[in-house]
């Protein structure tokens, strides 16, 4: 069975910053996608951050230069670095994952959500 654990959410003044990381586990033969979304009271789920396999990446023009995703494939860890923090940035962030596991097709996988507050 596959598991997403995430953590380093909290509570940031505006202006600081923050690292959330993911742990992908279990019965895993590869990972493609690992991505980062968020969604706050309200609202729908939206897609913060994204990275292949490869290393390539993409951000929601909401947070173009501000955050940062790295991820190590050996670990099967994904991390969001999130760096001048706005009050609009608080929400629940949640950790994605696209796995190959043994004897099964690719499958999507959720972290359970960890929450970020920024605020003074």
Known sequence: QV?????GGGLVQPGGSLR????????IVSINAMDWYRQAPGKQ??????????????????????????RDNALNT????MSSLKP????VY??????WSPGSDWSDYWGQGTQVTVSS
């Open 20 to 27: 959330l990381s993911c742990a992908a586990s279990g019965s």
């Open 45 to 70: 789920r939206e897609l913060v951050a994204h990275t292949s396999r490869g290393g390539s990446a993409n951000f929601a023009d909401s947070v173009k230069g501000r955050f940062a995703i790295t």
């Open 3 to 7: 598991q997403l654990v995430e953590s």
């Open 78 to 81: 994904v991390w969001l670095h």
């Open 94 to 99: 949640y950790c994605y994952a696209s796995i």
């Open 88 to 91: 609009e940035d608080t929400a």
